[in-house]
């Protein structure tokens, strides 16, 4: 799907969901930055419900507007969107907000004003343990993904294993799960590269890969930071195993990698997206040819999922809900997505759903 056919879509359901609009929920994420075209995938998602719930009635016969905000993946910027979507606009919850040290930063302003956010788009493990009150994931951690991530590689056969890490808190949880990995398969990284999470040295970096020879290289980052990063890498002449973690894993992503993106290997953090006998997978897919799309995205389905999980509390909580109702409401779900895809939460856990897989790049197109 194009990039420009996405943003159409995404300004037309955006001006479909301001009409008569009551409850009134909020997202900061990055619109313009490093991962807008992943985040445009996920806002795909999430509006394809909201639009079928509002032209059904809404929830007890109030229509959800979602107010979103540019941050650019930028954590002040997070933090101002969010005080104003809380104090200023008085949103009932947040939702899919974007980026680890984005989503750690704003905690405090949820705690102060007991507002729950819904899905965050990171699998921080400090977003998991210790709970987070007002935090309720969808999504497994990032630290999961990146020990299968580090299992997958060795059991191929593969010993020289690099890693590209980026410096900063999302980059740091997700290496604890590479290094749980590394130690099961009783290795070590060949490499082991910092790269600044918004201009990454690719100088210094792609060097430094090459001359340990890395047979495969997990790229721990995000959007364009990790595509330049594997365009310089195959530039300079290596055939190294790229894996990179669910963040990722959007079409824009395979786009931006273009002709760099044959055999890249993406974690997933949700069934595939092409399982069409899976119910969640139908509804989407139903939900998404009716706008004109014929295929859903990884990311796509990931806004979809945390949407439906919302939607589901706002409909148990009852008419007129208030942010302390529907916290009460989300620390005692138990929601089946179908097929055995549970998300469950208690005032001791906040979880959500407990799933990593593996897909590969073929055809331009995630395959698992």
Known sequence: MSSFRVAALVLAMWSASAVSAQILIGQSADLSGPVAASVKETILGSQLLIDQVNAQGGIHGEQIEVIRLDDGLDPKRSL?????????????AMLLNRGTPNTLAVIPLLDKHGVPLIGPSTGAMSLHRPVQKHVFNVRSTYQR??????????????????????????????????????????LTPAVLALADRSKPDYSAIVPQLTKA?????LWIGSGTAVTEGVKALRAAGSAAQIITLSNNAASGFIKELGSASAGVIITQVLPYERSVAHPLIKEALGL????????????????????KVLVEA??????????????????SLQYDLGSGLDVSYSPQDHTGIDFVDLSIVSDGRFKR
């Open 213 to 217: 020879n890395a047979q495969a290289v």
């Open 80 to 92: 101002e969107n969010t005080r104003i979507l809380i104090e200023d606009r008085k949103v009932l």
């Open 314 to 331: 706002l409909r148990r909580t009852g008419p007129k809900p208030t942010r302390a109702k529907l916290l009460a409401t989300l620390n």
């Open 145 to 186: 993904e990146a020990e299968k991530a580090v299992q997958h590689l060795h059991t191929t056969g593969i010993q020289r294993i690099a890693v590209v890490q980026a410096d900063d808190s999302f980059g740091k949880d997700a290496m604890e799960g590479a290094s749980k990995g590394f130690e099961k398969a009783g």
């Open 288 to 307: 998404a040819k009716a706008k004109g799309q014929n295929e859903l995205s990884p990311a796509l389905l990931e806004g979809f999922v945390a949407t």
